[in-house]
């Protein structure tokens, strides 16, 4: 018997790709025009202010730089096979699972999208994953600065802030339901 492709659960991989297809566009476009580390080691500041720059980083680790002291024989077990097991169970848990809301679903095919977009670079880019976005911080938790970071992180980020803030209303507004 031919099983039916459940749209709630597959129109949400839109996102992924769109989330993947901007990323690498933008990434390649950063490559293309801004030498590494800014032009002339400058960052462009966009605003005119110091708040947002643009500059060209590469980062040959996890998020900031974890791991950039591995030895290089090491990386890529760490850096690309752990996330794709890791994207593969998510995919797993994904669709066999009804416990997921809409919203949920729509935000895990973010976490995705961001996540392929940085494994593609660290596959493809041997110079390591592009990063281009750097935020003054004001010294919040010690940075001047918000470690540079790309599109596909921020995907990651804001996904799952919304994911951890749904998982956590959701069951009181089970509740809350239930006693109406």
């Not at 839109?14 to 801004?34: F, G, S, Y």
């Not at 990386?75 to 752990?82: E, Q």
């Not at 169970?89 to 997921?100: D, G, I, N, R």
């Amino acid at each position: 018997m031919m099983q039916f492709i459940d749209k709630n659960k597959t129109l949400p991989f839109l996102l992924t790709l769109l989330v993947v297809l901007l990323d690498q566009a933008v990434k390649m476009v950063i490559v293309n025009t801004i030498p590494l580390y800014g032009l002339g080691h400058e960052p462009i500041e966009l605003f005119g202010n110091d708040l947002l720059w643009i500059i060209h980083v590469r980062n040959k680790a996890i998020a900031f730089s974890i791991g950039h002291n591995l030895p290089e024989a090491v990386r890529p077990g760490l850096f690309i096979v752990l996330p794709i097991i890791v994207l593969g169970f998510l995919l797993w848990y994904y669709f066999k699972s009804q416990e997921f809301s809409s919203l949920q679903r729509w935000v895990v095919a973010g976490i995705i999208g961001g996540g392929l977009g940085n494994i593609i670079d660290r596959i493809f880019r041997p110079d390591g994953v592009v990063d281009f976005i750097s935020v003054k911080f004001y010294g919040l938790l010690g940075f001047d600065r918000w470690p540079t970071f790309n599109i596909a992180d921020a995907s990651v980020v804001v996904c799952c802030i919304i994911l951890l803030i749904s998982i956590f209303i959701s069951p009181n507004l089970q509740k809350n339901e239930e006693s109406l």
